[in-house]
């Protein structure tokens, strides 16, 4: 009895493999909170340093106004950053990585039955995927397979966007003549590109 009781519960057990995706998933979901507060804390300072008000901050999102006091101390107790620059047309990596999201994004949503290109820009705004070399070389070969194979469907402005990002992506950055990088985190930079590009492509927004 005891040997039958034994080889059930071995048959209902986990495998190695399986308890391992599991926990991976779950440090996928921790981490991808953790990096979303980061951002938004960086986001908050940002927003401070173009003279946002405390106030609106809070109403837009949607935090409690101690909570938005706390991370504007926590920034103003060290350097004040130089004001951001929000132009589109900008060449720094995090900023064209910014762009190309925000155009694969569009394209996920503008192609009706599933753009190649949909399941990792799903995974990249669950916090799955990180923005490495390895996923932006993989996000621009499926960008440039939606463009190609579905360029019936898709307005212009997506090629061009694409055309845009890809020429800057494949300039290496010490030839782009800039004496010093941009102003901010490259995340918030990443964060803010895509946002702009989508505008962009939704014809809303600044040019």
């Known amino acids: 009895m005891a040997s ?11 495998t190695d493999e399986q308890a391992e995706r599991m926990l991976t998933d779950l440090n996928d979901v921790i981490r991808a909170g953790e990096e979303a507060r980061r951002l938004r804390a ?28 706390k991370q504007v101390a926590k920034h103003r107790a060290g350097e004040p950053a130089p004001p951001m620059d929000l132009a589109l047309d900008q060449h720094d990596a995090p900023w064209l990585e910014g762009r190309l999201w925000g155009l694969a994004e569009a394209l996920a949503e503008t192609v009706a039955d599933g753009a190649r290109c949909a399941r990792l820009v799903h995974a990249i705004a669950r916090g799955r995927k990180r923005f490495t070399p390895g996923t932006v070389d993989e996000l621009r070969r499926l960008v440039e397979e939606d463009l190609r194979l579905r360029r019936a469907e898709l307005p212009d402005d997506h090629r061009a966007a694409y055309d845009e990002i890809s020429r800057g992506l494949d300039v290496p950055p010490k030839a782009s003549g ?7 985190p490259p995340s918030v930079r990443r964060a803010l590109a895509h946002r ?11 040019r």
């Open 4 to 14: 039958e009781e034994s080889t059930r519960r071995g048959s209902a057990s986990l």
């Open 42 to 69: 960086e986001m908050i300072r940002m927003l401070v340093d173009h003279g946002w008000t405390q106030e609106k901050i809070a109403r837009l999102s949607d935090m409690s106004q101690p909570a938005v006091s």
């Open 178 to 184: 800039a004496a010093e990088g941009p102003a901010g």
């Open 196 to 206: 702009i590009q989508r505008d962009r492509l939704g014809g809303t927004g600044p």
